[in-house]
Structure formats: structure tokens, C-alpha cells
């Protein structure tokens, strides 16, 4: 028997409509399906090693940045209450969020960008697809198949985008990207759910740093409004504090927003099945139009002044290097890879795996191994 979040919406994801597992395996007595995918992605290998991941800051620049790992639990934590608050499928919402950033390189966008010019000329690396790869092949645990056989649902999920050439090689979770169909409430419910934690982790860990002042922010209305407000509630509190009690104002802004135009949409797209969601011709989770306007003006900023920070980008130069010379080196003499990573076809994708998959520690204590004499 299917255990069932109570007072679900028709229109929600759930086991009854569920597309279902590629292998097919008998219920469980007591979870629901996607609690067992959630389930299955926290006990994975790539899960653990997100703690070690880059978000925007390198894993060992301190102890108080984001990490990919946190930065999963926050998307999962503001994914389950929009989809709390809207009768969806809170269980799918947080196995998405959790899966969503399996795929990362080390190093972040640096660390993706290197792979993808260094697997140009074979097929190329994008994190997304590799999420995907990840859970339906790498992670070898199971005795009777690949992967974690995941439901349908929660690979749409996983695969936010992805180019029509690709689409076409992936079967029935490509056939949304080539006919623009959506994906379940759930899924855009998590793909919004990502950008809301990372604007608002960025702006703080960018304070945090000091690569990103008060200043500067105060120019970004979304920020100087709140930021007002808690100055004249509460003068002379601590900076960190305000700071702090500014961004929880910006999420709670954001998710309100999310949570009241989407109940809004919908009652007016009235979706009775789960089939009328993914016809509905754009997505129904959408920001009203002043917050998306507010919310990507908050985007522009970050990439501007901390993404595209000098500092930053040093670290970006340095990481690139040492995914490219790791590549370089592996694809140059095989024999090198541990042995599950090679093979007798498809070398620079096994060389892919292998990078996509360390750590930023692991990578960096790799590339001292191969290139730094005297080290051994
Ligand atoms: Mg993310």
C-alpha cells in the first residue's frame, strides 16, 4: 500500500500518478515512494561528498561559507514549505532538492566550465546532465541494478535544462525539453527554490568575506528596503545581527511572493491531474512580476560584483587549472585512473566521472601528487 502525504492537491506528484521506477520494485510498507528516493540519495556516495564542494567559495577558505552540501539543505528546506503551503508533494520536493546539485564538479561553475572545454571534442560536461548520470548510473550500490533507480518524477526533477540534442538521446525524461511541455509542480517549485537560497547565501557569505559591502548592496532595492526597515526597528544592534534579520526578511519576501502568485495560478490554470500541469504551456510556479523583476536585478549584482570579483576570479583561474592538468594528465596515460575508471571505449567520459566526482580537497591534493616534484 502507498503511504500518502494527507490533503494532497490533484494536481500533485504522487505514487498513484507516478510515472514509476525503471526497474520496477515491489512498495514499501512504510515510506512513500519519493521518501525512499530521498532516502536513497542521502545514504549516496556523491551526497557525502558535496560536504567538500565548492558553492562559491572554495571549500577551505573557512568554515562558515556555504558548502554544496548546505546549500542543498537549504534548497530543500525552503522547497518543502512552499510545497507544504500549496498541498504538493512535500517528499518529492525535498529528493529533487537534495539530487539537484549531485552533478558539480570541484570548484563550482570554475571547476565545470574547465571540464567542459577540456571534453570538448567529446561530447562536453554539464553539471546538470551529470546529476542525472549520477543517480541513474554512477553510483553503483545496488545489487540488482545502476544507479538508484529513481522514480520518473524525481529524474524530471534532477534534469532542470538541457539542449534539444541532448534530449533527444534521453528517452521519456528528454521528450519535455523537445515538445516544451513542464515538469511537476515539484520540480519548479525546487528550481525557484534554488535561486531564492543561493541569491540570499551569496549575499550573506559575500558580507561574511568582505569581498561585498553594505555599500554596494544598498544599492540593490530588494536589499536596501528590508535593510531600512531593520535600521530604524532595531538601532544599534550589532551589524552582523541586522545583517542577518535583513536577509531572513528577503527569503521570507520571495517565498510569501512564490507561494501567493502560484496559489493564484493555480485556481486560474485549475490543473486537475498531473498531466494538465506538464501541458500547461509555461510554468505555473512563477514570482509575481515586481519580485522576478526584483529577484534577477539581485542576480545581475551578484555576478557583477561577486562572481566576477578579482579574488574571485583568481581562485577561478587557479581551479581551472588544476581540473584541466588532471584531465590532460589521466587522458595521457590511463593507467593512472583507478581501475573502475577505465576502460576499453569512452575514456575521456570515464576521465570526466572521475574529476566531476572529487572533492575540492581531493582534487587539489591530486594535482600535488602529479605535478609538484619532490611530492610523492
Ligand atoms: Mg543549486
Given at each position: 500500500m502507498e503511504i500518502l502525504t494527507p490533503n494532497l492537491t490533484p494536481c500533485a506528484?504522487?505514487?498513484?500518478?507516478?510515472?514509476?521506477?525503471?526497474?520496477?520494485?515491489?512498495?514499501?510498507?512504510?515510506?512513500?515512494?519519493?521518501?525512499?528516493?530521498?532516502?536513497?540519495?542521502?545514504?549516496?556516495?556523491?551526497?557525502?561528498?558535496?560536504?567538500?564542494?565548492?558553492?562559491?567559495f572554495v571549500n577551505h577558505e573557512g568554515d562558515h561559507f556555504r558548502t554544496r552540501l548546505t546549500h542543498s539543505l537549504e534548497v530543500a528546506q525552503i522547497a518543502r514549505g512552499i510545497a507544504r503551503s500549496l498541498r504538493l508533494n512535500e517528499d518529492l520536493a525535498e529528493a529533487i532538492s537534495l539530487a539537484h546539485d549531485l552533478g558539480h564538479t570541484p570548484f563550482g561553475h570554475a571547476g565545470q566550465d574547465a571540464l567542459n572545454n577540456c571534453m570538448s571534442d567529446h561530447g562536453g560536461f554539464e553539471h546538470n546532465l551529470q546529476s542525472l548520470r549520477i543517480v541513474d548510473k554512477l553510483e553503483q550500490r545496488y545489487a540488482a541494478f545502476d544507479g538508484l533507480n529513481l522514480c520518473f518524477e524525481t529524474r524530471e526533477g534532477i534534469l532542470k535544462h538541457c539542449a534539444i540534442e541532448t534530449a533527444s538521446r534521453l528517452g521519456d525524461l528528454g521528450e519535455r525539453f523537445i515538445e516544451r511541455t513542464q515538469p511537476s509542480l515539484e520540480a519548479q517549485i525546487c528550481n525557484l527554490a534554488d535561486e531564492i537560497a543561493y541569491n540570499n547565501h551569496d549575499i550573506d557569505d559575500g558580507l561574511r568575506s568582505g569581498l561585498l559591502s553594505l555599500d554596494q548592496l544598498n544599492e540593490v532595492p530588494l536589499f536596501a528596503d528590508n535593510w531600512a526597515l531593520v535600521k530604524s526597528a532595531?538601532?544599534?544592534?550589532?551589524?552582523?545581527?541586522?545583517?542577518?534579520?535583513?536577509?531572513?526578511?528577503?527569503?521570507?519576501?520571495?517565498?510569501?511572493?512564490?507561494?501567493?502568485?502560484?496559489?493564484?495560478?493555480?485556481s486560474r490554470c485549475a490543473p486537475r491531474t498531473l498531466d494538465d500541469v506538464r501541458q500547461?504551456?509555461?510554468?505555473?510556479?512563477?514570482?509575481?512580476?515586481?519580485?522576478?523583476?526584483?529577484?534577477?536585478?539581485?542576480?545581475?549584482?551578484?555576478?557583477?560584483?561577486?562572481?566576477?570579483?578579482?579574488?574571485v576570479l583568481r581562485m577561478t583561474w587557479k581551479t581551472q587549472r588544476i581540473v584541466g592538468d588532471l584531465f590532460a594528465a589521466y587522458l595521457d596515460d590511463p593507467r593512472?585512473?583507478?581501475?573502475?575508471?577505465?576502460?576499453?571505449?569512452?575514456?575521456?567520459?570515464r576521465v570526466a566521472d572521475y574529476i566531476a566526482g572529487m572533492t575540492d580537497r581531493y582534487a587539489m591534493k591530486e594535482h600535488k601528487r602529479l605535478f609538484a616534484i619532490g611530492e610523492i
Open positions: 506528484a504522487s505514487a498513484d500518478n507516478s510515472r514509476g521506477r525503471r526497474f520496477p520494485e515491489p512498495l514499501s510498507a512504510y515510506r512513500s515512494e519519493f521518501q525512499r528516493d530521498r532516502d536513497r540519495i542521502v545514504h549516496s556516495i556523491a551526497f557525502r561528498r558535496l560536504e567538500y564542494k565548492t558553492q562559491v532595531y538601532d544599534g544592534v550589532d551589524e552582523r545581527r541586522l545583517i542577518h534579520e535583513t536577509i531572513r526578511r528577503m527569503i521570507n519576501t520571495l517565498v510569501c511572493d512564490l507561494i501567493e502568485m502560484s496559489e493564484s495560478n493555480i500547461a504551456g509555461m510554468p505555473i510556479v512563477r514570482f509575481s512580476e515586481s519580485i522576478d523583476d526584483a529577484q534577477r536585478e539581485m542576480k545581475r549584482f551578484l555576478r557583477k560584483n561577486l562572481y566576477q570579483h578579482y579574488e593512472m585512473l583507478p581501475p573502475a575508471y577505465r576502460g576499453p571505449d569512452k575514456q575521456p567520459r
